[in-house]
């Protein structure tokens, strides 16, 4: 794997981990991962919902469990599609139940 590609990865990962640390506080109880493979365990709600909710607004997430969504985008996503991830994020992460 070439620096410049780490480099990317790295650079998304941080930007990711910090946008959904921000959006779930009061959701979750923590968020954890290595480079882009992170999980998300939340307070109060079940994965099953969260990621029926997301995969209707078009982002595929994995239940890993029943508190806790795992996110693996490709490796080569691009800045557009984490801007439209952490909006859609955003916007389930307010709305479930």
Avoid at 46 to 61: M, P, W
């Amino acid at each position: 794997m070439s620096t410049g590609i780490v480099i990317t990865i790295v650079v998304i990962a941080a930007v990711v981990f910090g946008a959904i640390v921000v959006l779930t506080t009061a959701r979750s109880s923590e968020v954890r991962g290595a480079g882009l493979l992170l999980g998300i365990e939340l307070e109060n709600l079940k994965s099953s919902d969260v990621a029926s909710a997301l995969r209707k607004s078009g982002v595929l997430v994995n239940a890993a469990n029943p508190t806790t969504i795992r996110l693996a985008p490709a490796l080569i996503v691009t800045d557009v599609q984490i801007k439209k991830f952490i909006s859609i994020f955003k916007k389930v992460m307010s709305d479930v139940k």
